[in-house]
């Protein structure tokens, strides 16, 4: 297997920046009445589609080739 792009640390530190993203954006579409909530839930899915492109290049067989 593939050693990911991320380091176990920055891995830890992308899954918490998530959740706190993820569990931020509802509490505060609850409690603002504008729609700045969708920052949140932006960099949510930002950080989300970091750890899973991390999780693919950790999951890649080692014989196989970046192309």
């Known amino acids: ?3 990911g792009f991320l ?3 920055q891995r830890r530190l992308a899954w918490l920046g998530f959740l706190l993203a993820a569990v931020q954006a ?3 579409a609850r409690l ?3 729609s700045s909530w ?4 932006c960099v949510a899915l930002m950080v989300a589609t970091v750890i899973i ?12 080739s970046s192309e």
């Open 38 to 41: 969708l920052f949140s839930l």
């Open 53 to 64: 492109a991390d999780d693919s290049a950790r999951r890649r067989p080692a014989n196989a």
């Open 26 to 28: 509802p509490v505060s």
């Open 32 to 34: 603002v009445d504008d």
């Open 7 to 9: 380091s176990t640390r």
């Open 1 to 3: 297997m593939h050693q």
